[in-house]
């Protein structure tokens, strides 16, 4: 099993999105994929028509594997399952404080679904926490989407900078692409271009444009690519895949 989470440390940048389409598209090339909403919004779980889970109420998201695996629910495409969130969910922080080995709890519940699933995909709070820790130790690989701006880039370099000090995890972890890209715009085209330069490793070249396509994941409740398939945006999530997927491989060698 692989963990991908899909986090940023600043808000609105399209990570939610990020983490639906990436779930439906390793569920439609055959992977067994469990997308886990961590994020007491809930947004995961709505764009697949999943109401907020009432069994896994306060702590024992991290202490009862039974809870956590009858929680999850099947989706209505095939390979692929959600563990929608709850309100609860914003007290994580608190939770992990009062156990033991508190960095390492997330990991320890994801074990006890090992078995069945070949990819489990995290939606991330955009927020630095205890259960940020967490997600960098467990996670296998980290996807980022960052949206060009200035403000963009300083909380890119503030992340890098938190995973190597703080979370002593690996930046190699880190795949990042840029998104909501309006190549119009002067900032972003120049934004790219310089952290490209400065991050030559990090970022995979697929760009996700900023779209309506997008914005109306919310009205059909579903993945870009099943409302959108021939559209720029169901494209550019194809492309983000096919780069994480390559990636993947090469790091698994």
Do not use: W
């Amino acid at each position: 099993m692989k963990i991908i989470a899909c986090y940023s440390n600043k808000g609105g940048v399209g990570k939610t999105a990020t983490a639906v389409n990436l779930a439906y598209a390793f569920a439609k090339a055959g992977a067994r994929v469990l997308l886990c909403d961590l994020d007491p919004q809930g947004a995961s779980g709505f764009y697949f028509r999943m109401k907020p889970s009432k069994r896994l109420l306060d702590e024992a998201f991290f202490k009862d594997v039974e809870r956590f695996a009858k929680a999850i629910r099947g989706s209505d495409f095939d390979n692929l399952d959600i563990l929608p969130a709850n309100l609860t969910f914003r007290d994580f922080d608190i939770y992990l404080s009062r156990m033991k080995h508190g960095n390492a709890r997330l990991g320890k519940s994801l074990k006890g679904v090992a078995s069945d699933y070949d990819i489990v995909l995290l939606d991330c709070p955009p927020n630095i926490s205890m259960l940020a820790e967490n997600v960098f130790q467990a996670a296998d690989h980290i996807i980022v989407p960052v949206i060009p701006t200035t403000l963009s880039e300083r909380t890119f370099e503030q992340l890098l900078d938190f995973i190597d000090e703080q979370a002593k995890s690996d930046r190699k972890k880190i795949v990042a692409f840029f998104s909501m890209v309006q190549k119009q715009k002067t900032l972003h085209v120049e934004t790219m271009a310089r952290m490209r330069d400065t991050y030559p490793e990090r970022f995979i070249s697929a760009e996700v444009p900023f779209s309506t396509d997008i914005e109306r994941m919310g009205t059909h409740r579903a993945p870009v690519a099943t409302f959108a398939a021939a559209r720029p945006s169901a494209k550019a999530y194809d492309d983000v895949y096919r780069e994480l997927r390559e990636h993947m491989d090469k790091e698994g060698k």
